[in-house]
């Protein structure tokens, strides 16, 4: 496939042929028609001449005196002759240069009757103009048909010369033209080049992101290129930290696991110890790697439908808690969305609105709406709430408001998590009337 720069000089050069092209045609043809109107008019011109030198005598006799002709009419070798055709339609009068020069069929016109014509007469093209007319005698009208012909090599000669100065200035015009447009082209094309040189940079290792000064129409395209390599960068970082993290985490439950197998406690106490850091190994497992795979906020997501997750969650939720029925409200527009990774966004929602099913006594409150610049998430329950000064404490990771309700006590740190992720805030407080709030701060423009 042509790169860019050679499409578009592709493109520009054939429309800037088929302009000149067009052009050419249609100054030639104005031009054609221009002489060839003149070379009407000449020899009009001289059809008047001649008849304003012819005389009709009374005896109905021609008489065009040689001497008041026209030079050209006069002299024998040129390429402009005249005759004139009486009503016996014989020629009655041709002049000096009509000698040893063909002529075409006589013909006799209507008084008043012009004829403008390219006629060929041993092969060889002439123009020919014919003018009827009624002389007035005593003996009453009498009709003559003023005939005048001239060959077309001085017309032809004109045209050639006129196409020669066309094309050749048309030609110089189209170089220079295509010329400018290669300079205007690559001047144009040069931050596209700069552009593709850095990303071969960063492809390379030698630069880290796009760092150059750019019109504003690819500045939008080179930011969402760097939004997009830091996105991954921070990605690649997660995934780093969450493996240092979990193995870092691992080491103390196996340290542990690996006494108990050697210790000499009795069997009961034995597994109880083993199963405690089974499930403490579990829990740090789940927390790690659900926190390495958090998405983040990237330029290229997609609008998600805050409404139809909510209604899927609670749905799925209703069928884990069968003996409870809370009453169920929804606040939340049918348009209202968010820019987030699906998973991100169902792994919030479903830790709250599971934490809100576990503790409520008979409702639970979703709402969402847009705030300034913020997406506020909320999500209320009428239970008994919280101590203020256990909020920080349940969002350390595996510890749990109430020990008697199951659970990995890491669901309201991973919510903390993902939202750091995409810039925003977790806050958890008590409602006035009772029961917990929870409300979730994403940066997010609002969509129209």
């Known amino acids: 496939m042509m790169s860019l720069n050679q499409r578009i000089l592709f493109s520009a050069t054939l429309v800037l042929l088929i302009f ?28 008047l001449m001649l008849m304003g030198d012819a005389e009709v005598e009374d005896s109905n006799e021609l008489d065009v005196p040689t001497n008041l002709l026209d030079a050209e009419l006069g002299h024998v070798n040129s390429d402009t002759y005249a005759y004139i055709v009486d009503p016996t339609n014989t020629i009655a009068w041709r002049s000096n240069s009509s000698l040893n020069k063909p002529l075409p069929p006589t013909a006799l016109l209507e008084k008043g009757k012009k004829e403008f014509s390219q006629i060929m007469l041993n092969e060889e093209p002439y123009f020919i103009y014919r003018y009827g007319v009624a002389w007035e005698t005593p003996a009453g009208d009498y009709p003559l048909t003023f ?23 048309l030609s110089i015009m189209a170089v220079f033209l295509l010329a400018t447009q290669m300079l205007v082209l690559r001047w144009g094309l040069q931050p596209l080049r700069k552009v593709s040189t850095e990303i071969a940079a960063i492809e390379s290792g030698q630069k880290e ?3 150059g000064i750019y019109p504003s129409e690819i500045q939008v395209l080179t930011d969402s290129i760097n939004s997009l390599i830091n996105h991954e960068h921070k990605q690649q970082k997660r995934y780093r930290n969450g493996l240092a993290d979990l193995a870092h985490s691992l080491k103390t439950p196996l340290a542990v696991l690996q006494g108990a197998i050697q210790g000499e406690e009795d069997e009961t106490i034995r597994r109880k110890t083993i199963q405690e850091q089974i499930d403490r190994m579990d829990n740090t497992i789940q927390y790690q790697l ?24 609670v749905n799925t939720v209703t069928k884990a808690y069968r003996d409870k029925s809370p009453h169920i409200t929804t606040e939340i527009d049918e348009s209202t969305g968010l820019r987030i ?7 919030l929602l479903g830790n709250l609105i599971d934490n809100a099913f576990k503790w409520c006594r008979q409702s639970i409150h979703l709402s969402a709406g847009y705030q300034g610049s913020q997406m506020i998430i909320q999500v209320k329950d009428d239970g008994p709430g919280i101590q203020s000064h256990e909020i920080a404490r349940i969002l350390e990771r595996g510890v749990r408001a109430d020990q008697s309700i199951p659970g990995h006590g890491i669901g309201l740190a ?8 995409y810039g925003g805030e977790l806050s958890i407080e008590n409602n006035p009337a009772g029961g917990l709030c929870v409300a979730l701060r994403l940066k997010q423009n609002k969509q129209h």
């Open 209 to 211: 992101n796009l760092k």
């Open 341 to 347: 990774d699906e998973g991100d966004l169902m792994e």
């Open 147 to 169: 005939i005048v012909i001239t060959d077309t090599v001085l017309f032809e000669a004109q045209i050639e010369r006129y196409r020669e100065d066309l094309w050749g200035w």
């Open 414 to 421: 991973i919510v903390r998590d993902i939202t750091q992720v």
């Open 290 to 313: 659900r926190r390495a795979a958090t998405a983040g906020s990237s330029p290229g997501m997609r609008l998600i439908l805050l409404r139809p997750m909510v209604d899927r969650i």
């Open 20 to 47: 000149i092209v067009g052009i050419a045609l249609t100054l030639d043809r104005a031009f054609y028609d221009s002489a060839r109107l003149g070379v009407k008019d000449r020899l009009f011109a001289k059809l």
